[in-house]
């Protein structure tokens, strides 16, 4: 009778090992995917050109739990890079610091170029530039657990 019960503490001990293995390598995987994720969706942001100070780019960071991975992006326009916006009117002095950068034009064509942008989007809003969905996608297809 005492060895049956041996026997069955040692088989729930085991179950116990079994389910400490078993969370631990899952929690390893889904950290494997969490990193995989957020380097995609990093490189897609330098790859599509969205990043121009690299604000979006640094912005970006893992949180990690036991079991529970999140990858943000915490720029406020992040949502609006990935989803595209409505119509709104944008602050006009950001736009013209940009079209500096990006654009290269000073002074008054900077204003203009900006002003144009800021008219454009009350118009239009923006379109979407996705970097999160890809991300996404292709680590749908292309994640490979590395054990």
């Given at each position: 009778?005492?060895?049956?019960?041996?026997?069955?503490?040692?088989?729930?001990?085991q179950g116990?090992?079994?389910?400490?293995?078993?969370?631990?390598?899952?929690?390893?995987?889904?950290?494997?995917?969490?990193?995989?994720?957020?380097?995609?969706?990093?490189?897609?942001?330098?790859?599509?050109?969205?990043?121009?100070?690299?604000?979006?780019?640094?912005?970006?960071?893992?949180?990690?739990?036991?079991?529970?991975?999140?990858?943000?992006?915490?720029?406020?326009?992040?949502?609006?890079?990935?989803?595209?916006?409505?119509?709104?009117?944008?602050?006009?002095?950001?736009?013209?610091?940009?079209?500096?950068?990006?654009?290269?034009?000073?002074?008054?064509?900077?204003?203009?170029?900006?002003?144009?942008?800021?008219?454009?989007?009350?118009?239009?809003?923006?379109?979407?530039?996705?970097?999160?969905?890809p991300a996404?996608?292709?680590?749908?297809?292309?994640?490979?657990?590395?054990?």
């Amino acid at each position: 009778m005492q060895e049956r019960s041996r026997e069955g503490a040692l088989m729930e001990f085991q179950g116990d090992i079994t389910d400490a293995v078993m969370r631990q390598i899952t929690d390893a995987l889904l950290d494997q995917i969490a990193d995989e994720f957020f380097t995609k969706t990093q490189e897609l942001i330098v790859e599509k050109g969205i990043t121009d100070q690299g604000t979006l780019l640094k912005s970006g960071m893992i949180i990690r739990f036991p079991m529970e991975k999140h990858v943000i992006y915490t720029a406020s326009y992040a949502g609006a890079i990935e989803w595209g916006s409505r119509p709104h009117r944008p602050p006009v002095e950001p736009l013209i610091d940009w079209s500096e950068r990006k654009l290269g034009v000073h002074g008054k064509d900077a204003r203009r170029a900006g002003w144009a942008i800021a008219l454009k989007i009350a118009r239009e809003g923006t379109e979407p530039r996705p970097f999160i969905r890809p991300a996404l996608q292709f680590l749908k297809r292309n994640f490979k657990p590395k054990f």
